[in-house]
């Protein structure tokens, strides 16, 4: 008999034989004998059918079918065998497909021919994709999680350049081609109203260099009248030969579109992240076989970074074995302890709140003084620090905040998991909700007037386009915040990494060597697309500087993560973080959508300057144009939907189709539940009706055993016959070659119908 | 279509294009690093299937493969022999399967062999403690080692012989969020 000794070693303690001939185990044969054993495995291949997809093709059970031609079949590669029997098993199908006829024949070579191309295709357009090189080598030296993080970088600038690119093709490109195109642009005329005077803000006389400067930095001066902001669309239609351009309806129309494309990018994005949480538990994911079995990133390359892969994987352990202690912990924990732990929760999340309505008071208040001073012009200095004085409070609190949450959080007690996750949270709120107040506290100056209620409907002595004043103050928030991230890196990270390296001191040492926070950097990036996405209406460049930004971030992170990080101690896993980062995002979609939806719609546009002069909200433009269609069905339909009977039922439908899906999810569960006892419930049921089976065997005189499901013709009974079954029984070597026991396998895979093996 | 070149037939290359996730590029990529871990040895002409194997010391010596806990076991599993001697075509292989495109079925049948210390189709306590003690060098104490063994077979064994089978192991792998990322070798 054949030895497969490669895999069969000598066991330790006893075992039992038939356990060994199960199909289960059999399966797990990588290389089998040569010759005949190989032509009968390639007849099991072909019945395999494309089962559970689970890689088995052993087992006698399978060659217990008749042997036919499947209509489906595994490509060859997906095969878990050697080279060499691949390329037999290639070779059989394409002699089969000859045997076959031609037109099945030319079906099947031109689908071959159709999945080279399509592979080739691939690979061209994969050498294509941005930064391909540079992530490649971040990943060998860093591992997925860091990856995860410049691939999310890679996504935001796609996803600025299509924003900008919608807007410029609809709003701006017109515009500009007119003249070329014979359209004939109409302007929005100025009706000799109060509201409609707009004083230029261009410099005049002698202009000093630093006011350049100036201007280049705040948007004002003579960047204000430019494609850059609202204000300089002034542009009623244009009338091109043959059709008239709305160009009102095209700036409203297209922000909607870009809100809307950017939700179903993320949402499509994060939609297999989403699936995986859903389905696992969330106790398993993070369980110490994710942890052995796939915890090791194979594509580290560096010594450094295996050291630190190693390290990270014992912190992660350690962390583990120290969560399920805090486990037992909080179980054991006596009422008393409860409450105290409750009521400094308390206290310190009222102190949390308490920070946070601070940070909010003072940004508001810094936006107030901030606008009350851009009016008084003083000298250069002064003046450029007023302008940025809101972006200077936001980083302020955003830089101070995380600090205050990491050391509040030791004291709440959470486990360590939680622990990071709830600090996250009051991160992510904290950044995302200052550029809600600052908008609040714009959009309050703005609808204040001295006397009474505006004129207008806004104020306009002081802002006579408003909208191109809140476009400047995004322009401000984007620009600040890339000198802010540029200046870090080269002033904070480099002399750190300097002094460290150079400096032995006990200090030095103790501050260590930067490390590349993911959560932090993440939420660097979303707060900047969550400008972006505010700032778009109002500055309609703003993505084309985002994605500029983002383009130079990427070399920026890139250089002082390669030069002078290491990879956080805390591991971020690579699954989740994907996930975290699109949520974040998803979040921070959210929280831009509100302002626009509340600029567009409730505050009064300005009559002075902009596409929407002749309405009073620019949400009006819409209605307007559905009134003036020619089609009267259509306008009856519009209106309709727009009405509020629509709108209640569409979302009394969503929360029916919401809960569906929940209670489906759930008996998913639950059905997932059960099939998991089941299969421990078949694995018992497997070993002991295994050992009754031997006591059986040897309680009774050797006999030939008679399968008790009736003899099926077997593919393979050529070799051994009854005789050979007889012998196996008592001979040692029962667990080599599988062509000398298939006569056994047979006789067990008869037996049970539903062993767990098939499941 | 290309430079013409003279190291397979194009019935060799259209056959491992067929048989891996490689395209003709990588495959002839592919040869060429086999070839350079040992220039004397490998033929530059592979036309006539010359019958060449390469120690397991050249290729665990290879960037890809120098830094990962398992190389000798990985190498191993790909071999004819079970010693590590690998052939052109277990050295494709082996990148076929470790490669991005490879279902998590196939990845997972591999794993198991490569984790199975012993060889002796299960994952016991004794491979585990094996593959945690790669994984951390040794820098666990024993008590934390073994209870970190515990708590894995715990968490994966499904028919209660405190042994992980290639059943156990596929379903839990199913529901390792991280695996196909991370048994992943990009060459």
């Given at each position: 008999m054949d030895n497969d000794s490669v895999f069969y070693s000598a066991r330790t303690g006893p075992t039992n034989p038939l356990l060994d001939q199960l199909p289960s185990y059999q399966s797990l044969l990588y290389r089998r004998k040569p010759a005949n054993g190989g032509s009968k495995r390639r007849s099991s291949s072909r019945t395999r059918?494309?089962?559970?997809?689970?890689?088995?093709?052993?087992?006698?059970t399978v060659a217990l079918r008749e042997e036919k031609t499947p209509p489906l079949q595994r490509p060859v590669?997906?095969?878990?065998?050697t080279m060499a029997e691949k390329r037999r098993d290639r070779e059989q199908r394409l002699e089969q497909d000859r045997e076959l006829s031609s037109w099945r024949q030319r079906r099947r070579s031109l689908h071959r021919s159709l999945k080279r191309l399509r592979a080739d295709l691939q690979e061209r357009l994969s050498s294509l994709v941005l930064w391909r090189g540079d992530i490649h080598l971040i990943e060998g030296m860093f591992g997925t999680g860091i990856l995860s993080y410049f691939s999310f970088l890679r996504f935001l600038v796609l996803l600025n350049l299509v924003i900008f690119l919608l807007m410029f093709s609809f709003v701006m490109l017109p515009i500009i081609i007119a003249p070329h195109a014979g359209g004939n642009v109409t302007f929005n005329q100025?009706?000799?109203?109060?509201?409609s005077v707009y004083p230029t803000s261009a410099r005049r006389g002698l202009v000093i260099f630093h006011e350049h400067i100036t201007d280049l930095l705040?948007?004002?001066?003579?960047?204000?009248?430019?494609?850059?902001?609202?204000?300089?669309?002034?542009?009623?239609a244009i009338s091109f030969p043959g059709f008239t351009y709305n160009l009102p309806l095209a700036y409203l129309l297209v922000t909607v579109a870009y809100l809307c494309l950017s939700l179903v990018w993320i949402v499509q994005r994060s939609a297999t992240g989403f699936k995986r949480n859903l389905i696992q538990d969330e106790d398993r994911f993070q369980s110490f076989c994710n942890k052995i079995?796939?915890?090791?990133?194979?594509c580290i390359t560096n010594e450094d970074a295996a050291r630190l892969k190693r390290s990270s994987l014992l912190y992660e352990l350690k962390t583990d074995l120290e969560e399920e202690r805090i486990k037992q912990k909080i179980a054991d924990r006596s009422r008393k302890e409860r409450c105290r732990i409750y009521t400094i929760r308390l206290i310190l999340n009222v102190f949390v709140i308490a920070v946070l309505a601070a940070c909010f008071y003072s940004i508001y208040r810094a936006t107030i003084f901030s606008q009350k001073a851009q009016m008084e012009k003083v000298n250069f200095m002064r003046d450029l620090i007023y302008e940025y004085l809101p972006s200077i409070v936001i980083t302020l609190a955003n830089f101070i905040t995380p600090l205050l949450f990491s050391v509040i959080i030791n004291f709440e007690d959470y486990s360590p998991a939680f622990e990071i996750r709830f600090t996250l949270m009051r991160c992510v709120f904290m950044r995302l909700t200052s550029i809600g107040v600052l908008l609040f506290s714009l959009w309050s100056q703005i609808t204040q007037?001295?006397?009474?209620?505006?004129l207008c409907g806004?104020?306009?002595?002081?802002?006579?386009?408003w909208e191109t004043r809140v476009g400047q103050e995004m322009y401000k928030l984007t620009v600040f915040d890339f000198i802010i991230i540029a200046a870090v890196t080269i002033f904070v990270e480099f002399p750190r990494k300097l002094m460290v390296n150079y400096c032995g001191c006990g200090l030095m040492r103790w501050w260590g060597q930067q490390e590349f926070a993911i959560p932090q950097n993440v939420l660097e990036i979303v707060y900047g697309q969550t400008i972006c996405w505010i700032g778009t209406f109002y500055c309609p460049l703003l993505p084309a500087i985002c994605t500029i930004k983002y383009f130079f971030i990427f070399y920026i992170k890139k250089v002082s993560l390669v030069n002078n990080c290491r990879p956080a101690t805390r591991p971020f896993r690579a699954s989740s973080s994907n996930f975290f980062f699109l949520v974040v995002l998803l979040i921070g979609l959210a929280l831009a959508s509100l302002p626009v939806m509340v600029g567009v719609g409730q505050i009064n546009c300005s009559?002075?300057?902009?596409?929407?002069?002749?309405?009073?909200?620019?949400?009006e433009v819409l209605p307007r144009t559905v009134s003036l269609l020619p089609n009267k069905a259509l306008r009856d339909l519009l209106f309709a939907l727009a009405s509020e009977a629509v709108a209640v039922s569409l979302f009394v439908i969503t929360c029916v189709g919401m809960f569906y899906v929940i209670a489906l999810a759930g008996a998913h569960k639950r059905v997932i539940n059960q099939l998991r006892e089941q299969l421990v419930m078949e694995g018992r049921d497997k070993r002991f009706l295994i050992q009754k089976l031997c006591q059986a065997q040897r309680m009774t005189p050797a006999r030939p055993p008679v399968p008790p499901g009736g003899p099926q013709p077997l593919?393979?009974?050529?070799?051994?016959?009854s005789a050979g079954s007889r012998s196996s029984?008592?001979?040692?070597?029962?667990?080599?070659s599988f062509s000398t026991n298939h006569s056994d396998a047979m006789f067990l895979a008869n037996a049970p119908p539903h062993g767990s093996t098939h499941v | 279509m290309g430079n013409k070149q003279t190291i397979f037939t194009d019935e060799q290359l259209d056959a491992y294009q067929d048989c891996t996730f490689f395209t003709r590029k990588e495959i002839l990529r592919l040869h060429g690093r086999y070839h350079e871990l040992a220039p004397h040895l490998v033929?530059?002409?592979y036309t006539k299937e010359p019958d060449c194997k390469l120690p397991l010391a050249l290729i665990v010596a290879m960037p890809e493969l120098n830094?990962?806990?398992?190389r000798n076991r990985i190498v191993e599993s790909f071999s004819e022999d079970g010693?590590?001697?690998?052939?052109f075509n277990d050295f494709v292989d082996m990148f076929s399967v470790l490669?991005?495109?490879?279902?998590r079925e196939l990845k997972a049948i591999f794993a198991f062999k490569i984790y199975?210390?012993?060889?002796?189709n299960f994952l016991c306590k004794e491979d585990l403690e094996q593959t945690l003690n790669r994984l951390t060098k040794e820098e666990l104490t024993e008590e934390e080692v073994q209870l970190v063994c515990e708590k894995a077979i715990e968490e994966a064994?499904?028919?209660?012989?405190h042994k992980l089978s290639f059943a156990d192991f596929e379903n839990m792998i199913t529901r390792a969020p991280d695996f196909l990322s991370t048994f992943h070798i990009r060459i």
């Open positions: 059918m494309g089962s559970s997809g689970s890689g088995r093709w052993g087992g006698a590669r997906e095969l878990p065998r100025a009706d000799g109203s109060v509201c705040s948007g004002g001066g003579f960047l204000e009248q430019t494609y850059l902001f609202y204000g300089y669309y002034k542009v009623h079995f796939a915890g090791w990133d194979c007037c001295k006397e009474g209620p505006c806004y104020n306009h002595q002081l802002y006579s386009c009559q002075a300057c902009g596409p929407f002069v002749n309405y009073t909200v620019s949400w593919a393979r009974a050529g070799r051994d016959g029984w008592g001979s040692p070597s029962y667990h080599t | 033929p530059m002409d830094e990962n806990p398992f010693l590590g001697n690998q052939s490669s991005e495109m490879a279902p199975d210390f012993n060889v002796d064994d499904l028919d209660g012989d």
